[in-house]
C-alpha cells in the first residue's frame, strides 16, 4: 500500500495511511515521517493494532533518541508513560515538560484504554500563531522571556477542583510532579531548530515573564495564548483503539479534553530528546533551579533549512 498523506486542516494535523509502524521501516519511509511532521505539526496513524510498549519504542528509536518517561514522575514506568485518567486528565494547553532546558523534540501517544464517548485531544500550532501577530506584539514577544516551572497553580487552571474533593490518586500525583522542582527562563519566541521557524513558547508552565509583575504577565499571558489556541489553528483528533499520534512538542501545544465523566481513559506516550532553544538574538535558555541532565540529553537536530533562508 502506497503513503498516503491527508491534510486535515489548513494549519494544523495530518492522518497518514500505508505505514506498518515499527522499528523495521526503511530510511525513506522515515524520512517521509519525519517531513510530514515538521510540516504538519501532528500526524495521526490509524489501525497500528500490532503495536505494544516495545514496537511504540523501537519507532520512536527511528525518529530521535527518547528520554525516560519523565524528569519527576519517575515512579510508573521508565521510558513509557501511561496518561493515565486515574492520576490526572491534563486538560489545559500546555507544550510538554517547558518546565526543564532542553524541551523535548516530540512525542508519541498510543491509545490504550478508550471511554464509550469523549476524550478527544486538541492541539494547536504555535508557528501559525506566531506568524498571525501584528507586527506590534512580534516585536514584544520576539523580547520577552518566560519562567517556566512545574510547580504551577492547580486552582488557577482547574478552578471546579476542590480540594477536599480532589481524589487522593490525583493528589499523589501531583505531589510526584512536584518531588523535584524545576524553574527554566525561555525566550517567548524560539527559532524552530530544523525548519528555522519563529514558534511560540508558552502553555500553563508559565509561571510569569521576565521583569514584570503577576498582574502584568497574566495580561500579557492571554493576550497571547489566545492567538495560539485561535480554534482555526487547531485540529481535534477523536481516538479508536490502534491509533498513534506523533507531534512536534517544539512547535504545538495541547489539550486532553475531559470530557467523559469518570470513565477510564489511558494512553501510553514516549517522548524524544531535544534541544535548548534559543531565542531570535541568538541567546540560549537558561536553567534556574533542577538538573535535567537525568531525564534527556540535549540533542540538537540537523537542520533541514539552509543559513541563506
Known amino acids: 500500500m502506497a503513503v498516503n498523506i491527508t491534510k486535515l486542516g489548513a494549519h494544523i494535523g495530518a492522518q497518514i495511511d500505508g505505514i506498518t509502524l515499527g522499528g ?31 514496537g511504540q519504542l523501537a519507532f520512536a528509536r527511528l525518529l530521535g533518541t527518547p528520554t525516560i518517561a519523565h524528569p519527576t514522575v519517575t515512579s510508573r514506568g521508565h521510558q513509557v508513560l501511561p496518561i493515565d485518567s486515574r492520576y490526572d486528565k491534563a486538560n489545559s494547553w500546555h507544550t510538554d515538560v517547558t518546565f526543564v532546558d532542553r524541551i523535548p523534540k516530540a512525542s508519541l501517544l498510543r491509545a490504550v484504554t478508550l471511554p464509550e464517548y469523549g476524550g478527544t485531544t486538541v492541539w494547536a500550532n504555535t508557528e501559525t500563531a506566531y506568524d498571525q501577530l501584528p507586527a506590534p506584539l512580534r516585536a514584544l514577544a520576539e523580547n520577552l522571556w518566560a519562567v517556566h516551572t512545574n510547580r504551577y497553580d492547580y486552582a488557577a487552571e482547574h478552578p471546579s477542583d476542590i480540594d477536599d474533593e480532589v481524589p487522593e490518586t490525583t493528589r499523589d500525583y501531583r505531589a510526584e510532579f512536584e518531588s523535584s522542582y524545576y524553574e527554566t527562563e525561555h525566550p517567548v519566541v524560539r527559532i524552530h531548530p530544523e525548519t528555522g521557524r519563529r514558534v511560540l513558547v508558552l502553555g500553563h508552565f508559565v509561571k510569569k515573564f521576565v521583569g514584570l509583575g503577576s498582574a502584568e504577565s ?42 467523559y465523566d469518570d470513565q477510564y481513559r489511558r494512553l501510553n506516550r514516549v517522548t524524544l ?37
Open 273 to 309: 530528546s531535544g534541544d535548548i532553544p534559543v531565542d531570535v538574538f541568538g541567546q540560549q535558555s537558561r536553567s534556574i533551579h533542577g538538573d535535567a541532565s537525568h531525564y534527556s540529553p540535549v540533542v540538537t537536530p540537523v537542520p533541514v533549512y539552509s543559513a541563506a533562508s
Open 218 to 259: 497574566r495580561d500579557l499571558f492571554d493576550l497571547l495564548q489566545a492567538r495560539v489556541t485561535r480554534l482555526e489553528n487547531t485540529v481535534r483528533w477523536n481516538w479508536r483503539l490502534g491509533d498513534l499520534a506523533v507531534w512536534d512538542n517544539r512547535a504545538t501545544q495541547h489539550y486532553a479534553v475531559s470530557d
Open 24 to 54: 523495521e521501516l526503511d530510511a525513506d519511509t522515515v524520512a517521509v515521517v519525519n517531513e510530514a511532521l515538521l510540516e504538519h505539526k501532528v500526524i495521526f496513524f490509524r489501525d497500528q493494532h500490532h503495536l505494544d510498549n516495545e
